[in-house]
């Protein structure tokens, strides 16, 4: 290849690139204030409901008494992670 040819080449994948913006790059809001992402605080909802899922589980291959120990509480767990009862409440009254 030619050197004119490799010029050409180059040239030509110099066009096709397209330029993104950098990921780091500092985005102006242009007099808006600053948002601000709200995260829920720690639970321990799901890991209870977890659990009770689980006991269900091995309810149904054991005994189903147990079984419908397990689903009245997945389902007590489910609802108190709903309505968020527990420690987010709790952090929100000592801030």
Do not use: K, R
Not at 58 to 68: F, H, R, T
Not at 69 to 76: D, P, R, T, Y
């Amino acid at each position: 290849m030619s050197q004119e040819q490799a010029q050409h080449v180059s040239h030509t994948e110099q066009e096709d690139t397209v330029t993104l913006p950098d990921a780091h790059a500092v985005v102006e809001h242009h007099g808006e204030e600053e948002e601000h992402i709200h995260l829920p605080g720690p639970s321990y909802w799901p890991i209870l409901l977890a659990c009770a899922l689980a006991l269900t589980m091995i309810g149904l291959l054991v005994d189903i008494s147990l079984a419908a120990i397990g689903l009245l509480l997945a389902f007590m767990f489910g609802i108190g992670w709903g309505l968020n009862w527990g420690l987010e409440s709790h952090q929100a009254s000592v801030e």
